[in-house]
């Protein structure tokens, strides 16, 4: 499990008119986000939080999870 350590405020954002955000520089440098990178977006309607998670590190978790299924109960 994490701690708190690993949590970070990295500012604010605006959503522009095309509902466009700008990553903060200093979260893009700390989660290695470069320009062409895809995010998948999920959301908690009831709390409204949004998340967003490399799509390299979604396939991981994704590939990690089809494995599980393989494994003997």
């Not at 893009?28 to 998670?53: A, H, M, Q, Y």
Request: charged letters at 40%.
């Amino acid at each position: 499990m994490g701690s708190y350590m690993d949590n970070h405020l990295f500012g604010k954002v605006k959503v522009g008119e095309r509902g466009q955000i700008v990553i903060p520089k200093e979260a893009r440098d700390k989660f290695n986000i470069k320009p062409g990178d895809s995010l998948v977006v999920f959301g908690k309607e009831k709390n409204e939080k949004l998340i967003l998670l490399k799509e390299d590190l979604m396939r991981e978790y994704a590939l990690k999870i089809l494995d599980d299924l393989d494994e003997p109960e």
